[in-house]
């Protein structure tokens, strides 16, 4: 006879990390980068060996993640390119299945102008949207407002400066990381919502690093020494004319000597060190603080 207890929908959560390279984990065999506690994961669920990111850059990357198609299908070309508003997306399907479908980050996700009633609406001058049918809680979309703010309440004004932010994170504590900043309100977020009466969430937690500038917060500029890290499988001489082309040209231009480039990299390295190591702790934290509660 089968059970008469209610069907508890458990809640998801859908975590991303900007520019992740597949093969950086410890359990993808990755001789350097040390991820403990994402290996841990990947012991006790299924890591797809075989999953290639469909698109790049960021925004048809993510429109490919978010609505299941390839993007000749959805057609976001470029950072900017509108997303179809007709293509059903992960936030849309999971309130249909009712969840609450949350945001803690961004989705990059240019709105369709089709939507909008007036030539004028802010939204068009921007692809860092977010996706339709989320209910953003935390807004890290470039200036990234919320972290700036924390910032300057701990004596770090950087006024506009959002990309200085950024590259000076080895000089503060890394308990004011942009990746601490997002790890602790989603918790925080976690800590308050009363499960009993909430419905199960959908919340998709989307980390900007490793994400450039190659500049990791506090100790973990620190935790890999440009000596220790390997260098590019690739030699440079067989790469496409047009690829060569775009890694030496403006704010995209790659490091020009091998000390340069090892330093990039170890840099790199503490980014995805750093989220592995603060995500997965504070999960485990919060499960023994409140016993597990959530679903």
Request: hydrophobic fraction near 30%; charge should be negative.
């Amino acid at each position: 006879m089968g059970s008469t207890l209610p069907r508890v929908k458990p809640n998801v959560l859908l975590i991303t990390l900007d520019q992740f390279r597949g093969d950086c984990l410890s359990s993808a065999g990755h001789g350097v980068v040390r991820t403990p506690h994402l290996d841990e994961l990947a012991r006790n669920g299924v890591r797809f060996a075989n999953h290639y990111s469909q698109a790049a850059p960021c925004s048809p990357g993510r429109a490919s993640l978010y609505t299941g198609l390839y993007q000749m299908n959805h057609r976001v070309c470029a950072n900017g390119t509108p997303l179809d508003d007709r293509f059903d997306n992960v936030a849309r399907m999971s309130l249909r299945a009712g969840y609450e479908p949350t945001i803690f980050g961004y989705t990059d996700q240019g709105i369709d102008p089709r939507t909008t009633t007036s030539a004028d609406d802010e939204r068009l001058s921007s692809y860092q949207h977010v996706l339709p049918g989320f209910d953003r809680i935390l807004n890290l979309s470039e200036p990234y407002p919320p972290w700036i703010e924390n910032l300057k309440k701990h004596g770090y004004d950087m006024g506009d400066d959002f990309n200085g932010a950024l590259s000076t994170e080895p000089d503060r504590h890394e308990d004011l990381s942009i990746s601490n900043f997002l790890t602790d309100e989603f918790f925080t977020w976690l800590t308050k919502r009363d499960e009993s009466t909430s419905a199960p969430w959908f919340t998709h937690l989307s980390y900007l690093r490793p994400h450039p500038p190659y500049a990791a917060a506090g100790k973990w500029s620190q935790e890999y020494s440009p000596d220790e890290v390997d260098m590019p499988i690739t030699p440079v001489e067989s790469r496409h004319p047009f690829h060569e082309a775009v890694m030496h040209s403006g704010h995209n231009a790659a490091p020009k000597t091998e000390s340069e480039l090892r330093k990039m990299r170890a840099q790199y390295y503490g980014m995805i060190s750093e989220v592995d190591f603060k995500l997965v702790e504070s999960a485990k934290n919060f499960a023994n603080e409140t016993n597990g509660r959530t679903r």
